[in-house]
């Protein structure tokens, strides 16, 4: 027979050793960290799930399975307002976001001043450098969101149904769809056309109906909605270079091994690319040809022609911009961008 005081003394020893069992097990649980975006799911169309599963599968691999990186597409996790402000609360880890981060940090406008970047190559040695560093630091101090790469929308450009566009002229009376925010209404503005703010999930609609006359997004975005069964003119003018941040929780971030952090960081740059990579080929190899296949008439204006479209906008739109972040920030991404332009023409001399 066990005595009272033995039974307790092995009570606590099974307490203590299914403790230690359960410890054990619960180090051996990986850390979640849900990934949402809002587009679509196939990896050869969708520039974010591309970048999403790549860094997903690298993540997963290079930690030995310490981070199971989940991804959220389609707006599973909500559309990219409602993600972002639940990344900012720490109940998603991280996700992929653009159009809406202005109304989180203002200072993200920056990067959509008409004719700002004359290239991708440009745009990109600004957003990996010192000053895209700066736009990254504005973020984690106002947001609590650190931002771990730079990717992607690409450059936006004029469709509609109407007339060719080569000029701003050719822009006024027309209706365009834009996004619901006053820098895309001022540029429009500025060229003299009628800017209406439309649901994207309502572009195609409304422009088959007649009650926008053309839109404006990258060639990938035009394919992807098929609008080109809707519009007949394509105007190769670049005036606004979409960007993708790649954002995560600081605290979540912080939370993690320092070895952990790093892999979550490397991976996150290296997926950028990818995400690069898919959306000039969507836009400016599968896209175009898809356009031109379908019997749409493209124009690629001149170097002339697109310093009137910038004269045109860059005035007002700075205007606006200036009231809602400090003309100092304004005056350094010119300034920037016109340096990484006058480094790059000298590597030809």
């Known amino acids: 027979m066990f005595s009272k005081k033995s039974v307790l003394l092995m009570l606590a020893i ?69 993600y972002v402000e ?4 720490g109940t998603v880890q991280a996700g992929i976001a653009s159009g809406v ?18 290239s991708e190559a440009i745009a990109w040695k600004v957003l990996d450098g010192p000053f895209g560093d700066k736009l990254s630091k504005l973020m984690l101090e106002k947001t609590g969101m650190r931002n771990l790469a730079f990717a992607e929308v690409g450059f936006r450009h004029f469709t509609n149904d109407v007339r060719p566009i080569k000029s701003p002229a ?3 009376g027309l209706k365009i769809r834009v996004m619901e925010t006053p820098l895309y209404v001022n540029m429009i503005k500025a060229l003299g056309g009628s800017p209406t703010p439309i ?30 069964e809707v519009q007949k003119y394509i105007t190769l003018d670049g005036h606004v270079y979409g960007v993708d941040w790649f954002l995560i929780n600081d605290k979540f971030f912080k939370s993690l091994p320092e070895d952990l952090q790093y892999i979550i960081l490397d991976s996150a740059r290296i997926s950028a690319g990818v995400g690069r990579g ?3 080929l969507n836009s400016n190899v599968v896209g175009l040809q898809t356009v031109l ?46 340096k990484a332009v006058e480094e790059q023409k000298a590597l030809i001399k």
């Open 199 to 228: 649901a994207w999930t309502e572009t195609y609609t409304a422009l088959q109906t007649g009650v926008v006359d053309g839109q404006e997004n990258p060639i990938s975005s035009t394919v992807f909605a098929k609008l080109y």
């Open 170 to 172: 050719d822009v006024k």
């Open 86 to 89: 639940a990344i900012m609360a």
């Open 293 to 338: 296949d379908h019997g749409c008439e493209v124009y690629a204006p001149t170097e002339e022609e697109l310093n009137q479209f910038k004269e045109a906008t860059q005035g007002p739109v700075i205007e606006w911009l200036q009231t809602v972040i400090s003309i100092d920030l304004i005056n350094e991404a010119l300034e920037t961008v016109e």
């Open 14 to 82: 099974l307490m203590v050793l299914s403790c230690f069992v359960f410890s054990v097990q619960a180090a051996d649980q990986p850390i979640i960290l849900k990934l949402a975006h809002a587009d679509a799911t196939d990896v050869l169309t969708s520039r974010k799930h591309a970048q999403c599963v790549f860094f997903a599968n690298m993540v997963n691999a290079k930690s030995g399975g310490r981070i199971e990186v989940q991804v959220y597409g389609a707006g599973a996790l909500g559309a990219e307002r409602e």
């Open 278 to 280: 898919l959306q000039l």
């Open 101 to 118: 981060l202005g109304g989180f940090l203002p200072e993200a406008m920056v990067t959509d001043i008409p004719y700002l970047f004359p």
